[in-house]
């Protein structure tokens, strides 16, 4: 019943920057982590940022020092301030939880459909 919703994604130049929003709605009863993973064509899945409910963060080496993860505002959302884009970055953007649900006894995964960030050059 959990369910993510992604947004914030577009084509933007190289050096541009993007601010992608991920909101988790639906019975949840904990949020252990939320983050960010991405696909770029040819290339295997791969994580960008997550931070955990203890507020550690956790960040890629090929994004360090450009992208930001933080919490929302509000309740059960996070944001993935991306600067400095390079066509590199471009790829399918995935939001993820990991979620304790109100209708089930234990921690589940939950993943977003994506949200496709283009950096032209």
């Known amino acids: 019943q959990v369910q993510l919703v992604e947004s914030g994604g577009g084509l933007v130049q190289a050096g541009g920057s993007l601010r992608l929003s991920c909101a988790a709605f639906g019975s949840i009863l904990s949020m252990n982590a939320m983050g960010w993973y991405r696909q770029a064509p040819g290339k295997q899945r791969e994580l960008v940022a997550v931070i955990t409910s203890g507020g550690t963060t956790n960040i890629a080496d090929s994004v360090k020092g450009r992208f930001t993860i933080s919490r929302g505002n509000a309740k059960n959302t996070v944001h993935l301030q991306m600067n400095s884009l390079k066509p590199e970055d471009t790829a399918v953007y995935y939001c993820?939880?990991?979620?304790?649900?109100?209708?089930?006894?234990?921690?589940?995964?939950?993943w977003g459909k994506g949200t496709l960030v283009t950096v032209s050059s």
């Open positions: 993820n939880a990991d979620v304790i649900p109100g209708t089930v006894p234990h921690g589940m995964t939950y």
